[in-house]
Every structure is written in C-alpha cells, then in structure tokens.
C-alpha cells in the first residue's frame, strides 16, 4: 500500500499482520479518488472504520483541512498512528470507539469515507445513525464501499442515494446530502 499523489506521494503505508482489516485495494482506491478528486481540498473528512487509515492519510495528502480516523480496533489503531507518522503528515486525529458512539458526537464533516468490514449486519444502523445525527455538511459526499452484493438503502431527505460503482467484487456506493 502507497499513497498515490499529493503531498505524501509514494509513502509506504504499513498493512495489516492478519485478516482481521481488510485494506482497500489499490485499484479501488485510485477509482475512489477519481470520483472524489474535486471535493477533497481544504475539507473536513472523516474516515470511518478506518482500518489502516490509507483513505483518510489519501485525503490529507491531497489538501484535506483534516481528517478524524475512527476505528474501535486497537490494532486498526495503532497502524493508523504509525501510517500518520510515516507520512508525517498534519490534521489527523484518531480516534478508538465504536461508529455509531463517534457520530453521536454530532460532529459535521464534508466527506465521509464509509468502509466496515464485509458482512457487517449494521451498516443500515450505521448509514441511519449518520442521517440521525446529521454528520454529513450541506453539498458533503458519503462514500461507501462493501461487497456487490450488499444491498445499500435509500436515506431520509436530506440525504439523497446516488451512483454506484463496482470493481470487481466490491461496490462503491455515494450518497450527498442536498440543502434542507
């Protein structure tokens, strides 16, 4: 795993020891970022069930303000920590708790990378929880990956479901939130 362009270009990012995080492939991430591109200078983000953080630390290297990396993994944690100070780079913050707790927070971001593990039974309480608690900025884009199979919902107004992608077996899903 590298970081693809911007100011930490080509850094070597530490991967997982095990199967327990599973990291965004190479070819999915570069697909990401294509569709994101324009709308991760200078914007908030927030990098949920961060694994190895690579979407966040992504962000940052091109121009994000910041970036909160959530995952409730100790080791997804640690990895994280060291993949920002490999990278050295500013805006970071990391944070060791569950996802629905962290958006209790009520804290509001631009762009949300969305990645939990294949198979997790509650990414509709999470996307739910997101809409509850209204994470997402006005014009602010969620970015979901999961398998093809997985089935995504349609969120309450503001929210508004849009295109979905697939690569392979993994399917990107996007959501924006309109002007209320």
Do not use: W
């Amino acid at each position: 795993m590298r970081v693809i362009t911007g100011l930490a270009r080509g850094r070597k990012l530490r991967e997982p020891v095990d199967d327990n995080i599973r990291p965004t492939t190479a070819m999915v991430k570069e697909a990401l970022f294509s569709i994101v591109q324009f709308d991760i200078e200078g914007r908030r983000v927030l990098d949920l069930c961060a694994g190895t953080g690579q979407l966040g630390i992504e962000a940052l290297s091109r121009g994000a303000a910041s970036c909160d990396f959530v995952d409730s993994s100790k080791e997804a944690n640690q990895l994280i920590r060291a993949n920002l100070a490999s990278t050295q780079l500013v805006g970071g913050q990391v944070f060791q708790i569950d996802a629905a707790s962290f958006l209790a927070r009520g804290e509001r971001y631009d762009l949300i990378f969305f990645d939990p593990p294949y198979g997790l039974a509650n990414v509709d309480r999470i996307l739910e929880k997101i809409v509850q608690f209204d994470n997402l900025n006005q014009h602010g884009i969620m970015v979901c990956e999961t398998e093809v199979g997985t089935i995504l919902p349609e969120l309450a107004e503001p929210y508004q479901k849009g295109r979905e992608y697939r690569y392979g077996k993994v399917k990107i899903t996007l959501y924006t939130r309109a002007e209320k």
